[in-house]
Each structure stands twice: as C-alpha cells, then as structure tokens.
C-alpha cells in the first residue's frame, strides 16, 4: 500500500501542484475578504505568492472563539497567538469547492455571531 502512494507521488508535478496551492490560497483570500469585509478580519498572510506557503493566516479580534465555531461546523483550521486564524491549502487534496465553503461558513460564524457561544471562548489544549 506505502509503495502504491509513493509511485503516485513520485509521478507528481511539484509545480502543478505548486500552482494550486497559490490558486487556492489566492481565492481563500479574494473570498475572504470580499465576503466578510464588515467584520475585523486583517490578511497576515502577505499577498506576493512568492512570499507564502499553502496557508492563509487572517487577524480577528476573537480568533480563538471563531476558530472553535469554525471546527465545529467541520472547516479545520488551527488558531495561533495573538489573535490568528490559520487555513491550510493542501493541494492534493483540497478542492476549490472546499475553499468557497470554508469562507461561507466563516461569513456566517461572523454574521451570525455564533463565535459568541461561551463555550467557544473556554481554552482547550489545542484548536
């Protein structure tokens, strides 16, 4: 089985792959933005492609309770001091439909207010 994942990967276009990780990330952030522009989010992640990874970091003064709603509706992302929300873009395996759907589900924890639930706000070990 280990072997069939590795003649697959090394048939892998590293550049392709590079590619939508930047296409991914790209449309996080024009999403993000765009859909949830009332509301305090701030890009930590710069916008040169050749300055960032296959992640999007955004500011949100409540970042950890918005986190925790966001893990609760089933977009998994991590939460890092101070403030941060991080969103991984794996390229292999995450689709453009997983992007719109992860940004609808962060516009409505926003608009809604559903980050506000106090058990959000109660610190567990990890995000």
Do not use: N
Not at 16 to 23: D, E, H, I, P, T
């Amino acid at each position: 089985l280990v072997e069939c994942g590795l003649d697959i990967f090394a048939e892998t276009d590293m550049a392709a792959v590079r590619r939508k990780s930047l296409a991914l990330s790209d449309l996080f952030i024009e999403l993000a933005l765009a859909r949830c522009a009332r509301h305090p989010l701030t890009l930590v992640t710069p916008r040169d492609p050749a300055r960032r990874g296959s992640q999007v970091s955004i500011e949100h003064p409540e970042g950890y309770a918005v986190m925790r709603a966001l893990i609760e509706r089933g977009v998994i992302g991590d939460y890092r001091e101070p403030r941060i929300l991080r969103f991984g873009m794996a390229p292999l395996y995450v689709r453009f439909v997983d992007v719109w759907d992860a940004v609808e589900a962060l516009r409505d924890v926003l608009d809604t207010s559903a980050w506000q639930d106090p058990r959000f706000s109660a610190r567990a070990p990890v995000t």
